[in-house]
């Protein structure tokens, strides 16, 4: 099993910046890929960031060139800086492990507002 806690949402105006953690723990080993997904209101989930054992990452078009994600291994943490931020950022933003399965963070909420 491995369990995800995130940290690091809130309130922020239009073009700011947040920066999102996400700390693993249980069995670490398997975890292959971690990443970012968010889901905004009457929305689907959708992916947001990747990225492997190896560094190598993903982003969504949506958020390419503003947001950043990257990994801490020695603190079994995953972060994801978002600078710029929207409106349309405005979602629940959960924290992503595959290894042997599928494992979910409980999610933080992320509210771009003026």
């Known amino acids: 099993q491995v369990q995800l806690v995130e940290s690091g949402g809130g309130l922020v105006q239009p073009g700011g910046s947040l920066r999102l953690s996400c700390v693993a723990s249980?069995?670490?080993?398997?975890?292959?890929?971690m990443g970012w997904y968010r889901q905004a209101p009457g929305k689907e989930r959708e992916l947001v960031a990747t990225?492997?054992?190896?560094?190598?990452?993903n982003y969504a078009d949506s958020v390419k060139g503003r947001f950043t994600i990257s990994r801490d291994n020695a603190k079994n943490t995953v972060y994801l800086q978002m600078h710029g931020l929207e409106t349309e950022d405005t979602a629940i933003y959960y924290c992503?492990?595959?290894?042997?399965?599928?494992?979910w963070g409980q999610g933080t909420q992320v509210t771009v507002s003026s």
């Open positions: 992503n492990a595959k290894g042997f399965s599928t494992y």
């Open positions: 249980g069995i670490i080993s398997c975890v292959h890929v």
């Open positions: 990225i492997n054992v190896g560094g190598t990452t």
